[in-house]
């Protein structure tokens, strides 16, 4: 039974840092890229970053390239988000999702297991 | 605005059929078949329902199919159930993002 369960999220201020987890369990880790999307309050989803199994390929949307760094530990089971320079409209519940693609270097480009999600607060 | 295109809203009796639609581009929807289909009910993580255009992963009712036509791609529920009332979401594979979804669709089950 494949488990994401995400942590980190909360209240921060504008310009301010948060550093997001993701634990997975119930399947290889190591085998799979993993992704995080986001959903602003009331509105739609926004895929925010890729990387692959074993974290040589990254990939970012252009509204987070340059602050954001994702990030993984195989060992741990365990994907990360770090998230620099904060901005208000970075306030999202932020899922951490697997792409079930196995082939190396080429994800599936969908999502088959999705966490509960971490709400991002930004606001003075 | 979102990458792709879908209705706000659409709303079906139950026992009927009902087609989303999602437009896009060449650069996505008209050029790779990475097409996908999510459904959200309020306060819930979304959930795969459809991938690679017409494809359901194990567990999804068959009464879910979607199909693509050039740049539109469509997710069509049959049998319309209270329980499909929902949100519902596209996404695609696109060269220069390389995922991109829809807006949304509220599905209403009247």
């Known amino acids: 039974h494949v488990q994401l369960v995400e942590s980190g999220g909360g209240l921060v201020k504008p310009g301010g840092s948060l550093r997001l987890s993701c634990a997975a369990s119930g399947f290889t880790f190591s085998d799979y890229y993993m992704s995080w999307i986001r959903q602003a309050p009331g509105k739609g989803l926004e895929w925010v970053s890729y990387?692959?199994?074993?974290?040589?390929?990254?990939y970012y949307a252009d509204s987070v390239k340059g602050r954001f760094t994702i990030s993984r530990d195989n060992a741990k089971n365990s994907l990360y988000l770090q998230m620099n320079r904060l901005r208000a409209e970075d306030s999202a519940v932020y899922y951490c999702?697997?792409?079930?693609?196995?082939?190396?270097?080429?994800?599936?480009?969908?999502?088959?297991?999705w966490g509960q999600g971490t709400l991002v607060t930004v606001s003075s | 605005q979102s990458a792709l295109t879908q209705p706000a809203s659409v709303s079906g009796s139950p026992g009927q059929s009902i087609t989303i639609s999602c437009t896009g581009t060449?650069?996505?929807?008209?050029?790779?078949?990475?097409v996908s289909w999510y459904q959200q009910h309020p306060g819930k993580a979304p959930k795969l329902i459809i991938y690679?255009?017409?494809n359901r992963p194990s567990g999804v009712s068959s009464r879910f199919s979607g199909s693509k036509s050039g740049n539109t791609a469509s997710l069509t529920i049959s049998g319309l159930q209270a329980e499909d009332e929902a949100d519902y979401y596209c996404?695609?594979?696109?060269?220069?993002?390389?995922?991109?979804f829809g807006g949304g669709t509220k599905l209403t089950v009247l």
């Open positions: 990387i692959s199994s074993s974290g040589s390929s990254i």
């Open positions: 060449i650069r996505d929807l008209g050029g790779y078949n990475s």
């Open positions: 690679e255009v017409r």
């Open positions: 996404s695609s594979y696109r060269s220069t993002t390389p995922v991109v």
């Open positions: 999702v697997r792409d079930p693609s196995q082939v190396q270097d080429w994800p599936a480009w969908y999502f088959d297991n």
